[in-house]
C-alpha cells in the first residue's frame, strides 16, 4: 500500500498559482486576470495570489519556508485549508503568523484531536474573526485556550465533533455574535446553558441536528442567559413539548426561529404547523425561512380555533388567560371591550364570540 506523501503550504501554493499554471496578467489581453477580492501578492514576477485562498484538499501538512508565506502572502484576508492533512497547531500557526490581513481561517477536516495547543501559539491567531473547526474533534479546552487569545473572534464553527457536553469555561467571551455546533450530540439544555454564560453577546445560534430533548431552564433565566439573541436554529431537535417552544418567547431579541423536523409538529399538517407556531411566538419576523409579514392575526384566531375544539381538561392552565388576551387583542369590537373572567372559568365559549 502506498503512503501519500505530504506537502508543505509554500509547496503547495507554488506548484498552484506558478506562472506557468495560474498566470497573470503581463500587458493587454495577456494570461488571466484574478477578478475577484484585493490586488494580488506583491512579488508578482513569481506568484499572483488572490486574497481569498482556497487549498481545499491539497495534502498539506506542513508550513514550508515562513519568509516565503510573508512574501507571497501577507494580503491575503480568508483561507480555507479544509481537508488537508495538518495536526499540528505549531504548523498551522506558522501559516497564520505570517499572513497580517488574514480575518477568516476554515481548519474543516484536519485531524487535530491530539494536537495540543498552548497561550503563545493561540496568540499567532489573534487578528482571525470567523474561525472555522468542524469535523476537527478539538477538545474545549483547546477552545478555551483560542477564546483567551482571539479577542475579536465573532463566528464560530464547531459542526460534526461529536461533542455531548460543553466544558464551561470561568470566563466569558462578548465578542462572539455567532455559533455554529450543529451536528453533534447534545441532548441537555444544561450543556446549553454553559453557552449562555460563555457567550452573552450571541446574536446567532444554530443548533440542528443535535438530539435536545427539551428547554428546562425558565422565562427569567432564558431572558438573562440570552440576551441578544435574535436567530436560533433547532432543526431537527427532540423537542416535544409546547412549552419548549412558549419558552422561546423569553429571548427578548429573538425574530428568527427554524424547527423543521422537530417531533413535536409531526403529527401537524403544514399550515398548521405554520400558524401554531407564528402565534405562540408573537415577535417572531421570519419562520424556517420565510417571513412572517401579514399572518400573525389569522395565525392566532387559527390557534384559538384550534383548542377551542380540545376538552378544557386537555389545555395548559395558562391557555385560559393567554388566550382571554388574544381574544381581546384580535376582536372585531377592539381590545377594550372585556368582560372579566377568572381563569378558572373561563371557557372556549368567551373566544367563540369574538371570532
Known amino acids: 500500500m502506498s503512503v501519500t506523501r505530504g506537502r508543505s503550504f509554500v509547496e503547495v501554493i507554488c506548484e498552484k498559482y506558478s506562472p506557468e499554471n495560474f498566470p497573470y496578467r503581463r500587458g493587454m489581453g495577456i494570461g488571466i486576470h484574478i477578478a475577484f477580492g484585493p490586488q494580488g501578492s506583491p512579488v508578482k514576477a513569481r506568484l499572483n495570489l488572490p486574497a481569498i485562498l482556497v487549498l481545499d484538499g491539497c495534502g498539506i501538512n506542513t508550513a514550508g519556508e515562513e519568509t516565503d508565506i510573508a512574501a507571497f502572502c501577507s494580503h491575503v484576508c480568508e483561507l480555507d485549508l479544509s481537508n488537508n492533512n495538518l495536526q499540528d497547531w505549531y504548523e498551522i500557526s506558522k501559516i497564520v503568523s505570517n499572513l497580517a490581513n488574514l480575518t477568516f481561517l476554515n481548519l474543516t477536516s484536519n485531524s487535530l484531536t491530539e494536537a495540543r495547543l498552548d497561550s503563545k501559539c493561540a496568540a499567532s491567531f489573534s487578528r482571525i474573526q470567523r474561525l472555522v473547526l468542524n469535523n476537527t474533534k478539538v477538545s474545549w479546552e483547546t477552545i478555551h485556550t483560542f477564546l483567551q487569545e482571539l479577542p475579536r473572534l465573532e463566528e464560530l464553527f464547531l459542526c460534526l465533533n461529536d461533542y455531548r457536553t460543553v466544558l464551561l469555561s470561568p470566563c466569558s467571551y462578548p465578542s462572539l455574535r455567532l455559533l455554529h455546533i450543529t451536528d453533534n450530540n447534545l441532548t441537555d439544555w444544561a450543556e446549553l446553558h454553559k453557552l449562555g454564560q460563555m457567550f452573552p453577546g ?111 381538561d386537555d389545555l395548559p392552565e395558562r391557555f385560559f388567560s393567554e388566550m382571554e388576551v388574544l381574544a381581546q387583542e384580535i376582536s372585531p369590537l377592539g381590545p377594550h371591550h372585556h368582560t372579566p373572567h377568572p381563569p378558572q372559568a373561563f371557557s372556549a365559549r368567551v373566544l367563540q364570540g369574538r371570532l
Open 202 to 312: 450571541l446574536d446567532t445560534l444554530i443548533l440542528a441536528n443535535n438530539p435536545l430533548t427539551s428547554i428546562v431552564d425558565s422565562q427569567e433565566t432564558l431572558a438573562r442567559l440570552f440576551p441578544n439573541l435574535r436567530s436560533i436554529n433547532l432543526h431537527n431537535s427532540g423537542l416535544s413539548s409546547w412549552d419548549d417552544i412558549d419558552k422561546l418567547k423569553a429571548f427578548p431579541k429573538l425574530e428568527e426561529v427554524r424547527l423543521l423536523g422537530i417531533a413535536l409538529l409531526q403529527n401537524y399538517s403544514e399550515e398548521e404547523r405554520r400558524k401554531l407556531v407564528i402565534a405562540r411566538l408573537p415577535s417572531i419576523i421570519l419562520l424556517n425561512g420565510s417571513k412572517v409579514a401579514g399572518e400573525r392575526i389569522d395565525a392566532e384566531r387559527f390557534l384559538i380555533r384550534y383548542y377551542i375544539k380540545q376538552p378544557d
